[in-house]
């Protein structure tokens, strides 16, 4: 995750290339926070015996899982955002002023 804030905040700043950097850092976060929350030994979920700890491939496909998951979510927030009209009339001024400097 910190190498993916690393490539986005680095030179290179296309809209691609920042797509790619935050799928790659919300991937890492939630698979993190999957992994801390559901498979670590001393899990407060465990510890309080809200989840039976499974083990294996289980543990793996779960953090994939969570980070497509988080992936996903990350995508549906940002269309809604870009929907929006604010972010429309945003987008206007951004083009104008892109325009002028061109």
């Known amino acids: 995750a910190v190498v993916a804030l690393l490539f986005y905040y680095g030179d290179e700043r296309s809209f691609m290339h920042r797509g790619y950097a935050e799928g790659i850092f919300w991937f890492c976060l939630y698979a993190w926070v999957a992994f801390v929350l559901l ?7 465990i510890q309080l015996r809200l989840l ?3 083990g294996g491939a289980d543990h793996v496909a779960l953090v994939l899982l969570a980070g497509l998951a988080g992936v996903r ?3 549906l927030r940002r269309s809604t955002r870009m929907a929006s009209l604010m972010q429309h009339l945003d987008l206007q001024e951004l083009v ?3 325009a002028e400097t061109i």
Not at 39 to 45: C, G
């Open 39 to 45: 498979i670590l030994p001393d899990s407060p979920l």
């Open 73 to 75: 979510t990350h995508s």
């Open 96 to 98: 104008r002023t892109q």
């Open 52 to 54: 039976i700890q499974v």
